[in-house]
């Protein structure tokens, strides 16, 4: 790919953005001079994309020959220097949430805009000419002409004359990062121990009460990284602001941090404890990229994993040390660890690292389990293998050398390895460069255990003979550190127990022979097993009969096994263990109802210890765990249960339903009553008039559980009303339509007659691709797969769906083959 930097490098922006006709004429004009170094003789290409350029001039000499191609401005311009480039320009703004684009909310009645930016990745071009390559970094001075209230930038404000509002002066930043908002916001500030003035910005719909978790979070977090990275926050400002409408769930901005008002905003009065761990852990991710991405970004998009990998690292070892009691590395395993196991293993998947060069490549980069979640579990592999100590000492180094610069991985493995003694490099570019994990098998005879590995799958696949340097990680000093070949065998008598990733800091799964899990069992039933080990162990076992090394069908009694657990943690695995058994009755209604009631016969010990409401001072592990416990016993369609639900539901308010089983209570309310259809409106025109983003996300969970034709109908045809179904939340709700087997057939349907609307309204989103991929994860049958092959395969060449169209084949085509092999066994076990 000819990168545009190569021919001119930018050193200064000067932009200016006029708002004051976004609202009526729904245009912004602007001016933008770049001072730059042209490398190229005879011409200058800059990227331009969807605007209208006005006038050009260089070096204050009219230009009047430029031209429009390929979402580039292309100026003629004899030499090679330094140059001073001013352009006038307008884009129109739209609803498409990239470039600039409008937000919408209403405060007593009236709508309301403010509007913001999102420029990552390659959405800066729509807001001014520039090179919008992570590697042109420059500084920028920004001004904005809005007679908005509150106007904000990645720096403060230096003045505010005759409308014109202007901002300090940038470091040497890329493109993607620069930010800006204005509209009439609500403002909650503080400031670090090291004087950094923290902000939390949301509109006047919400209440005052709910900025201060995020705000409390953001200062200390500051303060967290500013001891551990051993390099203080480089920016004398910290905002972070809550958008009514948002694509991702945050954007780091450096100095302007955006995100979705439920990944911000904790109003007391509604947010669960979940939630506010979620937004704990979103700040924790955003504020880390502002040494990881901003202050030392990648070179170019196919090192994105040095930015997001390590901001997934850091939400977990940030919120950690704030808060011990939420047990993070347990959920990093049971969240991202779950995550990336699921979806490294099917053929096909992308590795860490990626080559790309067209946007719509960039735009499939961002695959949350691999390059956030399998990456930052690589890390977390090199932390635990160098130690903290050596890890912390290597970032270090790495934000002191390559501040305000560009880098690529192996400039951090140099840094790692020079702290650690240790050659990160060679343990580190093969994880990353290769797609998919190994299976480790252990088998033990005669006193010899032998350890070997190769690729592990779920689904259709081509053999290969990929090895990985494996750290072993066992609970057991005779086993050696590292497996880097096929195999290797080591003498090992006694009957002890063995486990390999007994910290489950590793990227692998084990196979262990009959007797090694034998040991295993044993540990599990005399309740010696940490909780940890105990989750990890089920959760592998669950990967190995999806990929066809154990049978299904034992996953039944192994679930027996874990009848009286009480760890919430464990029961996040054993939910989704469940959750695989659903797949093998969906289309048995005799086995259904066996499945139901095995769990509900699951949940019942713990079910009677928590009950429905928390005891004074109880941990906040069981108030989570009490969520999970009640929906198994609604799954299992406990009478009780139905009954204590509907009788909250109509005793309380919304607001006052306990946060964390509120969407539990409304589904069973949905499900179940006589009269679906008021209830369904009635939370319907609760959703419209809501302000706060968790209620509204309850509500959507809620009644796209009904089993009312007529109701899901009229949910479908809501999918494409902005009006009541915000963009952002299109996918929510059709997910949530498709996991429900009354619903599926009708939002499948859904997709394939939309699909053109689809197109144009995500097809520059980077949830562009979430269609074809859930879609794939929730159809289950040969008749789906034939339409699913039928319809998305004419759409490959859209290279940003090629990926998640030919993952979803083979994930659909593996799950459907699973069914028909194991099936009879998990209902003879169900029935037994």
Known sequence: ??????????????????????????????????????????????????????????????????????????????????????????????????????????????????????????????????????????????????????????MPVVSQQSGVTTFA????MS???????????????????????????????????????????????????????????????????????????????????????????????TTSISSKQYIATVIAHELSHQWFGNLV??????????????????EYLATDALHPEWRQWDEFASNEGVAALRRDCIDGVQPVQVDVSSPAEISALFDGAIVYAKGGRLLRMVQTWIGDDAFRRGLTDYFTKFQYDNTTGDDLWQCLSTASG????????????????????????????????????????????????????????????????????????????????????????????????????????????????????????????????????????????????????????????LSELKKFVDHDTAAEHMLRTFAADLARTQYTRLGWSAAPGEPEQDTKLRAIIIGCML???????????????????????????????????????????????????????SASAELRSDIASGVTATRDLGELKHLIRLLTNTRVIRTQDTVHWFVDLLRNREGRELAWKWLRDNWRWIEKTFASDKSHDYFPRYAASLLMTRQQLAEYREFFTPLRNDQSLVRAIDMGLLDLEGKLDLIDRDAPGVIAALSR
């Open 422 to 577: 240790k050659d990160v490099g060679a343990l580190m570019n093969t994880w990353i460069s290769q797609p998919g994990y190994p299976v480790v098998r252990a088998t033990l005879a005669d006193g010899k255990l032998t350890l070997s590995q190769e690729q592990f799958f779920v689904g259709p696949h081509q053999p290969n003979n990929r090895l990985w340097p494996i750290p072993l990680g066992a609970n057991d000093s005779r086993i050696p550190d590292i497996l880097a070949d096929a195999s290797v065998a080591v003498s090992y008598a006694g009957s002890d127990m063995l486990l390999l990733n007994a910290a489950n800091t590793g990227h692998f799964i084990t196979l262990y022979d009959d007797e090694l899990r034998g040991r295993i069992m044993r540990e599990i039933l005399a309740g010696t097993l940490e909780s940890s080990v105990r989750a990890q162990y089920l959760n592998e076992q669950l990967l190995l009969m999806r990929g066809g090394l154990l049978p299904s069908s034992t996953l039944v009694d192994l679930l027996s096994v874990y009848k009286n657990e009480s760890d919430q943690k464990v029961w996040e695995i054993i939910s989704l263990a």
């Open 635 to 689: 799954y299992g369609e406990d009478a009780g249960a139905i009954r204590q639900a509907r009788e909250l539901y109509r005793a309380n308010t919304l607001e006052q339903l306990d946060a964390e089983l509120r969407p539990l209570i409304i589904s069973a309310v949905v499900r179940h009553d006589q009269q679906p259809h008021n209830i369904v409106r009635t939370l319907l025109q609760m959703y419209e008039n």
């Open 297 to 314: 970004t990648m070179k170019w998009w196919n090192n994105l994993w040095l930015n997001e990998s390590f901001a997934t690292l850091m």
């Open 169 to 172: 002066t940038t470091p040497r």
């Open 1 to 154: 790919m000819n990168r545009l930097f190569s021919q001119f490098i930018p050193e200064h922006y000067t932009i200016q953005w006029n708002l004051s006709r976004a609202r009526d004429k729904r245009r912004i004009t602007g001016t933008t001079i770049i001072v730059g170094q042209q490398v190229v003789d005879g011409t200058i290409r800059l990227h331009a994309k969807d605007l209208s350029i006005s006038r050009v001039l260089v070096n204050q000499q009219e230009v009047s020959e430029f031209f429009a191609k390929n979402d580039e401005l292309i100026i003629p311009h004899p030499g090679a220097n330094q140059v001073t480039i001013a352009i006038e320009f307008s884009l129109r703004l739209t609803d498409a949430m990239h470039g600039i684009y409008p937000c919408y909310f209403k405060v007593d009645g009236k709508q309301r805009e403010l509007y913001a930016t999102q420029f990552e990745s390659h959405h800066a071009r729509e807001a001014f000419p520039c090179i919008d390559e992570p590697e042109a970094k420059a500084t920028f001075d920004i001004s904005l002409v809005s007679d908005q209230p509150v106007l904000l930038s990645n």
């Open 175 to 269: 493109t993607y990062l620069v930010a800006f908002a204005a509209g009439d916001l609500q403002r909650a500030t503080t400031r670090t121990a090291s004087g950094i003035e923290v902000n939390v910005y949301a509109t006047m719909a919400q209440p005052a009460a709910s900025l201060s978790w995020a705000l409390d979070h953001a200062a200390r977090t500051i303060d967290f990284f500013n001891e551990y990275f051993g390099v203080p926050y480089p920016l004398p400002k910290s905002d972070h602001i809550a958008l009514p409408d948002f694509s991702s769930g945050a954007m780091e901005n450096w100095g302007l941090i955006t995100y979705r008002e439920i990944a911000l905003l904790a109003d007391p009065a």
